[in-house]
Structures are given as C-alpha cells and as structure tokens.
C-alpha cells in the first residue's frame, strides 16, 4: 500500500486548498449570517455562488469512485480531496459532495434505472435538486434495518407506503425533491433480509409530510437539517422501485459503505482544523504566568491529538485502498473499524480543543461547540458504534472457527 498522492491528485489537492482559502473560508461567516436573517430554510445566496464558481473550476463531484458520472477518481484518491473540503462545514455542498446527495447519487448510479437516472440523478449531479434517505423509524431500533416497520405495499401498477421516519436528513430543505425509501414489501418473507426494499418518492407526492425538524444538541442545521417525516398512504408508480423487490437491504449495504468513509475522510479534515484551532489558541493565550503553549497538560494534548490523527487518516487509507482492490464486501472490517475510530478521535480532539479555548469554546465564536455536536453525533450515524464493534469482532472470531 503506497499511500502518497500520484500526480493528478496532488493537481487536484493544490486547486481545492487554493479554492478553500480564496472563496471557502472567507464566505463561512457570510453563510452562517445568511441562515440567521430571514427564513432559516430559505437556501443560501453565497452557497449558490460558490457551487457557480466550483464547477467552472472542475472541482465537482470528485466522490464518485469508479463511475463515468465522475471523474474517474479512486476511493483511495477521493480520501486526501474529502479532507480538505471536510475542514469547512459549508465545503462540501459546495463541490457537491455533501451528505445524503453523496450516498443517493451513489446508490441511483449503480442500482437505478437509465429513466430514473435520467430523471433523479441528472438533476442531482448538476447541483439544481437536492435528496434525503428515509430509513430510520422512531418506533423501532432501526440500528437493526431488519426491525423497519414502514410498507410498501402493490396495488396495481403503484406502491402504495406507509411508515413514519425521523433523522431523514435534508428533508427540511426546500430544495429536497426526491426521498430513497426504505420499507417492507414482504414482511413475511422467510429471509429477513429479503423483506426489504427501497423505492424512490417524489417529495412533492401527495401524503408526505415533514413533521418537524429535529435539533443536534439544540443545531437544527439549517437550511439543510433533519426531520421527521410522515408517508401516509404515499402512492408512487411501481417502477420507482430501486433494483427490485427484496434488494433493499443488500442495497443499503451497498450504500452506506462509501458513505461510512467519505464521513471519514472530512472528520479527518475537521480534526485538523480543531488541532490547528487548539494551536494557535494555545500560542497566543497566558495563563498563571506563561503561555499555554508551555503548560505541560497543553503539550500533552497537542501531541495526543497528532498521534490520534495520523493513527485514524491512515485507517482510513488502508480501508479506502481495500475498497478499491477487493471490494466494499471483503473491506467489511475496515469499514466499521474507521466508522468507529474516526468519530471517536474527532469527539476527542475538538474536546481538547474546546477545553483549552475555555468558556469560550463551549460558544459559537469558534464553531467548536457545533463541530463537537456533529462529530458525537456521527457515533449514531450510518449505525451506531455498537454495531460496528460487534461485526469487527464477529469478523475477528471467524477466524478461529
């Protein structure tokens, strides 16, 4: 494994970097101000204007690993790219790389149809609409996709669904047109993991209904944000059906694999950012008569996050190089054991980060307090850490059968 960037990345890394410091960075506070004034799901002008200039610069849609929808980049290549743009909260819609788009265009490109590619993907691609993937029910411990109680039921030549669904991220967003639902066809089926299936719906079809948005640790994330959504009696052609009845677990396996890692990848960024915060802070802050930088807790820290970086962004190396040689399936291991560290170390770092900035880093002045919530809330996100855990080790016992 050879993980230094070849030629093209390295191109690629110089432009997103130059990007992020010329149009990136100095427009956070403007977007952030945006969404304050007015209706805070109302979409962001500066977030348009920085979509505009991204794709004339060719730095769009860099995530798709392996399609010709993309530019043809490895997963392996994308991971060195995900970290910079996942150094800024507002980067990765910018180049449209931004969860859930990611993962729908992902699971559309490989399982959807030529009519629904054209249809979905197309517009998604090009930045116009954005997406949300309902999975998860309030009712059941959707950590377990087996428990899913929503229908989706045949009459004729339509489903006909039903299920209440919550963390259905970017369904607040005005600019969400199109669901990926998850919910039962065959509930009877002696499988259980064929009794799942996923189906495309409109946003705009009559009986669905955003509920409420749902808040992070008081952020509600806007305009973007989490919701609970209601599908009461939701009627949709039955050829919105993705890849076929019973493939919806298969499907979501398919597709949370990329998700889990390009995650990865930004927290990677993020880290960074909150150690170099912690750094600075560090130089320019006295305290019982010298600088912090010169407290030994502090350098003790400093150093604790350095290691726990580095440790995490080659993880994260080793299992994007695997996806890519033997494929998401026998990469199982790797992709739950960075799903499970790379959260963990972010929490971490921005902890020790928000802990020498002081009160003041429990504020939004620095933008810790909101990343720290982000990143604890990745622990849940694409399946608890518990889950991961236990298939790393069932993975760990096979080998002793």
Partial sequence: MYFAPNAKVAALQEKLQAFMD???????????????SGDRWKPSVVMEELKAKAREQGLWNLFLAHSKNGPGLTNLEYAPLCEIMGRSPIAPEAFNCAAPDTGNMETIDQYGTE????QWLKPLLEGR??????????????????NIESSIVRDGDDYVINGRKWWTTGAPDPRC??????GKTDPRHPDRYRQQSMVLVPMETPGV?????LTVFGYDDAPNGHAEVLFDNVRVPRSNILLGEGRGFEIAQGRLGPGRIHHCMRSIGMAERALEDMCRRAKSRVAFGKPLSEQGVTLERIAEARIAIEQARL?????AYMMDTVGNKVARAEIAMIKVAVPNMLTR????SMQLHGAAGMSDDFGLAKVYAGARSLRFADGPDEVHRAQIARLELKKYN
């Fill in 115 to 118: 009519e629904q590619k054209a």
């Fill in 315 to 319: 993880l994260v190396f080793k299992a």
């Fill in 22 to 36: 010329r149009h990136i960075y100095p427009n956070e506070a403007r977007y952030a101000a945006e969404v304050e």
């Fill in 177 to 182: 047109k199109i669901a990926i639902f998850m």
């Fill in 209 to 213: 209904k955003v509920v409420r948005p």
């Fill in 349 to 352: 770092v921005v902890d020790m």
């Fill in 129 to 146: 609409i954005r997406s949300c993937f309902a999975m998860t029910e309030p009712a059941v411990a959707s950590s377990d996709a087996t």
